[in-house]
């Protein structure tokens, strides 16, 4: 069996992102795997080559996993025609310059999701990649979750008749740092670092309808900073410039309405982190990151409204769970093995940067809806 191996540009691997989803538990667990296997029963490994702004950083993580490249010179890295493919993890304001820059290599690229702060950027970079003919994806993980798969199977055979709604649910509490360190990077809080919940979740919003769904036709947005300030990783107080919840009303093709409210200043009463009910004239479902219960017409309980008597029935407990039926590998690893089949043999891969585009444009659009106090069309890309 013939082992290729071929060079994948890292940036951003000392985030989080970069760092656990994508080297750790993507790129090296490949190739602890063996490598990817593609069509014709060859096997491709990756050789990472990590980028940063700290070369010490970037040592301390080479060491701990026995990575041989890592530069802080990304024309350096871009340079070598053994590296094919760009990953991008930065902070999502240095994402563009790099990016156009490796298209500009004639590398492949992949990148994190928002691609950019703003539609027209988002819509330059799918323009460049095509003009200069490479290959380009866009992280969209959510997909790839048990949860999200076991709802999407149930939709495929048909469980839910006419899909009436959907009702998101996505947040947590972030602490703001000052008894607590907060969970997040600080960046996430600022507007002119390119932070807020808007541009960080809509575009995974954008993806789960458009793919689930149908295609998002409007969009009604109230952002708004519930935390007005924090303190940033050094100790110091620093002003919310950016949102921290976002509650949205979309409207999709075939008469779907789908609520979501995404929130870093919400305290959970639910059983994952992201939920999702959908509701649909013959059954309804409520799917998380993992799990997902549905409840058929022909099960269905006929409540009557009478607040003079305490509740007596159990209603969650008229949901079943749905089966995992399958094998469910981590979801960025997945995404990382098609794009990688997708470079080498032309696999499909519809995550591109196109896609990508559209989920900066709801983003965009949110936040043109929240100060306009309107809702707004989106217009097709
Ligand atoms: N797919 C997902 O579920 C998901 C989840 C969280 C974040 N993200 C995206 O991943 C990207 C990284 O997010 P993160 O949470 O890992 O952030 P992070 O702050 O933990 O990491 C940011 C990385 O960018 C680098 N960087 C480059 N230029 C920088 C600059 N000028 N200032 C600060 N850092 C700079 C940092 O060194 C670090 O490696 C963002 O675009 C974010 O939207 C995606």
């Known amino acids: 069996m013939s082992v290729r191996t071929i060079g994948v540009v890292m940036n951003g691997v000392t985030g989080r992102m970069g760092y656990r989803q994508h080297l750790v538990r993507s790129v090296l667990a490949i190739n602890e795997q063996g490598g990817v296997a593609l069509s014709d029963g060859s096997r491709v490994t990756l050789k990472p080559v990590l980028v940063g702004r700290n070369a010490d950083k970037l ?24 590296n094919l493919i760009y990953f991008d993890a930065q902070v999502t304001s240095a994402r563009v310059k790099a990016v156009l820059k490796a298209i500009e290599a004639g590398k492949h ?77 600080s960046w996430n809080y600022r507007a002119e670092d390119g932070g807020g919940i808007v541009l960080d979740m809509f575009p ?21 900073t519930h935390i007005p300030s924090r303190v940033d990783e050094q100790g110091n107080t620093y002003q919310a410039t950016a949102d921290d919840a976002a509650y949205g009303i979309f409207e ?18 639910r059983d994952e982190l992201v939920e999702f009910q959908v509701d649909g004239t013959h059954g309804s479902a409520v799917a998380g990151l993992r799990k997902c219960r549905v409840q058929h017409r022909s099960v269905t309980p006929k409540p009557v409204w009478n607040p003079d008597l305490p509740a007596t ?13 399958a094998e469910f590998d981590n979801g960025f690893k997945v995404q990382w093995e098609n794009f990688i089949r997708h470079v080498l043999e032309d696999a499909p891969f519809p995550n591109d940067f196109a896609s990508g585009a559209r989920g900066v444009q709801l983003a965009e659009l949110g ?15």
């Open 109 to 185: 690229i992949y990148a994190e999701k928002p691609t950019a702060e703003s539609t027209q950027e988002a819509i330059a970079l799918a323009e460049a990649a095509a003009a200069k003919g490479v290959k380009n994806g866009v992280v969209q993980d959510k997909l790839f979750l048990p949860g999200l798969l076991k709802l999407k199977r149930l939709i495929d055979g048909g469980f839910f008749g006419r899909i009436l709604s959907v009702r998101g649910e996505f947040g947590y509490w972030v602490f703001e740092g000052d008894w607590q360190e907060a969970q997040r990077p």
């Open 204 to 224: 995974h919003w954008h993806y789960v309808m458009e793919n689930l769904f149908g295609r998002v036709q409007s969009v009604y947005a109230k952002a708004v």
């Open 367 to 381: 936040l043109r809806s929240n100060a306009e106090g309107r809702r707004i069309e989106v217009p097709e890309l």
């Open 59 to 82: 040592a301390d993580i080479a060491k701990k996993h026995e990575i041989s490249a890592f530069t802080t010179d990304l024309d350096a890295a871009l340079s070598d025609d053994a």
């Open 252 to 269: 999709l093709e075939g008469g779907i309405i789908a609520q979501i409210n995404s929130s870093w200043a919400v305290r959970v009463n």
């Open 313 to 325: 029935a159990r209603f969650r407990d008229d949901w079943q769970e749905v089966p995992d039926n």
